[in-house]
């Protein structure tokens, strides 16, 4: 079902203010910015060998980091595993019984096709599942 663990999403208040830590000190790589107006967030995009980090700012005080940074504070909001066919994978998951947070896929950042299961089915943890076109790895 999962092809690999295709990025780490972190919740941060602010992306500048964090940046330096993930650039300077563990060296990785900034590949680029991206606004996703309908999750409300701003992403950085950062590698990590063949795993990415995703820095996640709000954009405004209604969006869903803007809720768990109020709530859980900054760190980890998600990890995200890379599928293939990931319509088939949540009919799939829906019919095992588990609760997902997406029923359909919706496009999210980089234009990945994702959607989410509820952390209640993975011990607290966010599990988003991605589906990228072909070539778009290399690309953010």
Do not use: W
């Not at 650039?23 to 995009?45: C, H, I």
């Not at 709530?71 to 990890?79: L, N, T």
């Not at 319509?87 to 799939?92: G, I, Q, S, T, V």
């Amino acid at each position: 079902m999962v092809n690999k663990v295709d990025h780490i999403g972190i919740a941060v208040q602010s992306i500048e203010n964090v940046l330096p830590f993930y650039k300077d000190v563990l060296q990785l790589q900034l590949l680029g910015y991206e606004e996703v107006p309908s999750q409300q967030v701003r992403v950085a995009f950062l590698t990590a060998g063949d795993t990415k980090i995703e820095l996640l700012e709000p954009m405004s005080e209604e969006s869903a980091i803007a809720r768990f940074l109020s709530k859980k504070g900054e760190g980890i909001h998600h990890i995200a595993f890379g599928v293939s066919d990931l319509e088939a994978r949540l009919k799939d998951l829906k019919e095992k019984g588990i609760q997902l947070i997406d029923e359909k896929p919706r496009i999210g950042a980089a234009q990945a096709m994702i959607a989410f299961l509820h952390p209640k089915e993975a011990n607290n943890v966010l599990v988003e599942l991605c589906e990228k076109q072909r070539g778009e790895d290399d690309e953010q």
